[in-house]
């Protein structure tokens, strides 16, 4: 199975290295010197990593037979993909990986069916399941432990526990003051 594990950003100097927006959570195995990875657009790979380092908090790849910054900067926005067993499970306990997440069925904790998910977007600070609704509609639920009480790969469910408002429109009143106000002028009608 493939995965996307970075996309190519802008040159880095003169001598072809490139800066890449990492998409996994595996750099230090995926992005390692030696390995082999496809691309999207199939025409620019496959590319072999030279050598990889952090500079200024970001990582920046050299690959074989890219010597210059033209070279570089023709393999920008590539994507690169990594070959992975389908077995394969994430180092830590409650890590995962998208294809494990993808179709889950998401109830909430009281057993209601909330849809299926049919995405996962992955934001600078946290990550988002894209889930459809029985009626077609979509809802973005934040991938955190506040919010995801459980995923059970074995059952094919992501148990949730919403707060008001995220899965539906009845959203609690924030404080007693909006609460009288509301009263106020539900009076004056």
Known sequence: MQLVVARIGRAHGI??????????DEPELRLAPGA??????????????EAGRVHS???????????????????????LIAEVDPE????????YYDHQLMDLDVVTAEGVEVG??????HLPSQDLFIVERPDGSEV???????????????????????????????????SSRDAEDSQDSEDAS
């Open 88 to 95: 394969e499970l994430p180092e830590e306990e409650d890590e």
């Open 15 to 24: 001598k072809g290295d490139v800066t890449v927006e990492v998409r996994t």
């Open 140 to 174: 973005m639920i934040p991938f955190v432990e506040e919010i995801v009480a459980e995923i059970d790969l074995a059952e094919q469910k992501a148990v949730i526990t919403p707060p008001p408002g995220l899965i539906d429109d009845r959203a609690e009143i924030a």
């Open 36 to 49: 082999v990875l496809a691309t999207d657009p199939a025409s620019t790979g496959p590319l072999t990593i």
């Open 116 to 121: 299926r998910i049919t995405e996962i977007s």
């Open 57 to 79: 908090g970001r990582l920046l790849l050299r690959f074989e037979g890219v010597k210059d910054r033209s070279a570089a900067e023709a393999l920008r926005n590539t994507l």
